[in-house]
């Protein structure tokens, strides 16, 4: 089938999923194998960059990049001046643009300066966390209710979680970048009435080679996360849909803990 | 890259993503190519299934087949025979098996009769939905967070949200089937105080030739959502993450409606 939605001077913000290159939408892997220039983010996994055309520039953004990282703003920037001088632009983000992604500042970006943009959903690294950990985020009449947020917050604002809501039986939440956050999660849910024995799964590297799924339950959860690293991408999920399933152990290796 | 992750005798859970087959990953477009047969949803699309190989069964047991549905125990004990058969049994499900997917009972089912399972993750409806209408699901600093709910709950049981939490300034919530209760939404929503003028997107078969994005505030979400028909999968998405971009329309038609 032929494309024709992605010509010279114009911007797709495209979705990385997790990490895993398998995990890439097919339109995804079509949209970064026809860019001129992609502009990455430093969760992006180097197996993804290796679709990018021959003569593609690929050029790091990231906050993780070892550079000094570029502000949001020299990030909108230069994709618009590379549109601007005429080529195919991706803008490569880890996960799903829609979620944790900064994908108002940019769209808002290049309809300012006239330049087309479109975006490419990608999986959501709670997706990928719990599809590795052979579980659900929801039951069918008895968690119907999911939430995502970010841990990553302004610098030095409270994670500022309706806890109460969360506190209700059923509800799962998915807590983005959590490793640092995991001690208060737990206490504020305890003390809004959630029992300390939910279950929780903590998932590192989700669909990478370095992948770990630490199961236990809410009460232990500050202590599951003691031994991951500070730069590890931790998803934290909580609730009865994330329970381990039954009979076995899933095809990796897991690390149980009781509380 | 060879694979190995797919021997006969066992069973695969995959995300179809939302109809669109360029948003299936490549992942599940290789094991849908690697299956001997195919259980799918009625909302996985047809485009989908011509990934299968020639020879492969593909099964409908969705809800809108035209055929009497199968319930849940019928569709647990095919695909456990199946693989018990020696068959490579791919498991097609409308967007993310995590996501309001009844995945804890098939991987059940499964366990119990000692078959191998896995999940593949998929492109959730959410995501696909506002990556069509141009805008996030979150917002930096000010919508950090997300809930998904469904409105197809238990037949006759009231839509059992956290309405107060939901009223946040800055909350984005996202109504799966979500159609008929709309009214309810708006109505609850306000009652607990978010304002009438939050901005909401109604989009309509999202990544599917029959798309359609209506716009609108909260206060107008119960008119916006009058012809759409009954079995168009609708998604609603409610809060200031979702607000239409700056800078024109889209590359879509879009239905703007103001209150």
């Known amino acids: 089938m032929p494309h024709d939605d992605f010509p010279p001077a114009s911007v797709w ?27 990455y983010d430093a969760l992006v996994g180097p197996a993804v960059l290796e679709l990018a055309a021959a003569g593609a520039e690929c050029i790091s953004v990231g906050k993780r990049s070892g550079r000094h990282s570029k502000d949001q703003a020299s990030i909108d ?107 208060t999660v737990a206490q504020q849910l305890v003390a809004a009435g959630r029992s300390a024995d939910t279950p929780v799964t903590v998932v590192v590297n989700a669909s990478l080679p370095g992948e770990r799924i630490i199961r236990g339950r809410l009460s232990s959860l500050a202590f599951l996360v003691e031994t991951i690293g500070e730069r590890d991408p931790t998803m934290l999920l909580v609730g009865e849909a994330v329970r381990a399933p039954a009979g076995g152990a899933t095809h990796r290796a897991v690390a149980a803990v009781q509380a």
Not at 15 to 31: F, I, S, V, Y
Not at 85 to 97: F, H, S
């Open 13 to 39: 913000l495209v979705g990385a999923g997790p990490g895993d290159p398998e995990l890439l939408t097919r339109k995804a892997a079509r949209l970064i194998a026809t860019a001129d220039v992609i502009y």
């Open 77 to 183: 920037a230069l994709i618009v001046a590379a549109a601007l001088a005429g080529q195919r632009v991706v803008r490569l983000k880890g996960g799903d643009p829609a979620i944790f992604g900064r994908t108002a500042e940019e769209v808002a970006a290049c309809r300012a300066a006239g330049v087309a943009v479109r975006i490419c959903p990608g999986i959501t690294a709670a997706s990928a966390a719990v599809a590795a950990a052979g579980t659900a985020l929801t039951l069918r009449g008895q968690a119907r209710r999911l939430t995502f947020v970010t841990a990553h917050a302004r610098a030095g604002e409270p994670l500022d979680l309706d806890w109460a809501g969360l506190a209700t039986e059923g509800a799962t939440l998915a807590v983005y970048m959590g490793r640092a956050a995991a001690a």
